[in-house]
Every structure is written in C-alpha cells, then in structure tokens.
C-alpha cells in the first residue's frame, strides 16, 4: 500500500490540476487523432487553458503525451524507498512494481489508462518514440540512486546497474510476452501487466537463481567434505 503523500497548498493543488488537465487532454486527442494531427493550440483549447500556459507546464508537445514516464519514475523512486531493506533488491523492485500498480487500480495514483495511450502514441510516432528514450534515462537515474540510497554504494557501481538492469530485462521481458496490454480495459490490462510480469519474474528466479544457489551449496558441502577427509587423514 502506498504511503499518503502531504497535501500541498491550495495554489499547489491548482497547479497539478491544470497539469494534469493538460496531460489528460493530451493523450485522449493524440491518442484519437494521431500526434501529429494535434496542435498545442488543440490541447488547450480542450484544457481550457492558453497555449502559453501549457507551454508553461510543457516545453515540448512530447513532454506532455510522456509525462506519466516522468511521473512513474518518481512514483517507483518514492515507493522502493518504503520497502524493507533484505538484502534482495529485486525482490523490492517487484514489490515496488506491484504496489504502484495496484494503487493504480485504485485510483491512488496515475491512471493505467494514461499509460495505454501514451504507449499507443509512442508506437504510432516516431518522434515522440525517440523523445521517450531520452525521458527512459531520467527513471532510470531515479532507480540507481534510490538502489544506491538503499545500498549504501553509488549509482554507478557495478551492483547497482547490475541489479537495475536484471529488472529491467525482467520488466521489459514480461510486457512485451503480452502484447494486448494496450488494448483491454484498464483494470483488466493493469492487472494482466502484473500477471505477465510476476511471470517473468518467477521464471528468472526458477531458471537463474535457483540453480545458481543449488550450485553454490553443492560447492560449498564437496568442500566442507574434502576438509573433513583431509583431517581424518
């Protein structure tokens, strides 16, 4: 269960209304119309807003279809900071995917559906798709970091991009093996997508883990018998 954020002041709390006014037109015309066939102008005027105020929110039309990348990333960061250190980062970057994804569900946070049309719009459009990309490194900073906070080691170390790494292949890996996830209601989508992940989560940790684990305590047990011959020798 995510924790309840502090509530902002009021001006605050106008200013994520508008924006995410903004970001919900924006997705529902793109989406509709197609990225290119939609003007800020559009957005807007469907806003209510004027086009330099969401130009003041946005610098770039492609900012605003990717802002639930942006706003994901800081979700996750927040959440993974909430679970108990075990020593198994992994295994609380999953807890971390399926606790933000379930108040998804629940209206807690962002809409799954925001997450349905912005992938649609990135498939459709070749630019926003290149601007994803570039917007991909900042939740991937926000992982390393957090990891690293957790760890007591730096960003960049091996163990970090190790671990963010293996999470994200497992991620990834786990969405593209459904690829209607895009297509269904949102409830049912959001819940397929942990589905499909725990899936290959469960599979990564059968096939990798576990016989690496097996392996290490079979060394470990011929070792501890060879000592135990050489002293009865």
Not at 29 to 57: H, K, M, W
Not at 60 to 79: N, R, S, T
Not at 108 to 134: C, D, G, K, N, Y
Not at 170 to 189: Q, W
Request: proline content about 4%.
């Amino acid at each position: 269960m995510l924790e309840s954020p502090a509530q902002p002041g009021l001006r605050e709390r106008k200013k994520q209304q508008t924006r995410r006014r903004i970001i919900e037109v924006a997705l529902r015309l793109c989406d509709a119309q197609g990225f290119d066939a939609t003007t800020v102008e559009q957005i807007a005027d469907a806003a209510d807003v004027s086009p330099r105020t969401v130009n003041r929110y946005f610098e770039l039309k492609e900012d605003i279809v990717l802002a639930p990348l942006q706003d994901f990333g800081q979700i996750i960061g927040d959440e993974l900071r909430n679970q108990p250190v075990t020593g198994n980062e992994l295994q609380a970057l999953f807890d971390t995917y399926l606790a933000v994804t379930e108040a998804s569900i629940a209206g807690q946070t962002l809409p799954f559906e925001w997450f349905q049309q912005m992938q649609r719009i990135v498939r459709a459009s070749p630019t926003v798709r290149a601007r994803s990309m570039e917007l991909a490194d900042t939740k991937t900073v926000t992982i390393h970091n957090t990891l690293a906070e957790r760890l007591g080691t730096d960003p960049d170390s091996l163990t970090v991009r190790l671990i963010a790494g293996t999470w994200h292949a497992i991620l990834r890996t786990g969405m593209e093996c459904d690829n209607t996830l895009t297509e269904r209601e949102p409830v049912e989508s959001a819940r397929a997508s942990i589905s499909a992940v725990r899936g290959a989560f469960e599979e990564f940790v059968q096939r990798c883990v576990l016989p690496l684990t097996r392996g290490c305590r079979a060394e470990r047990n011929t070792d501890d018998h060879a000592v135990e011959t050489t002293a009865i020798g």
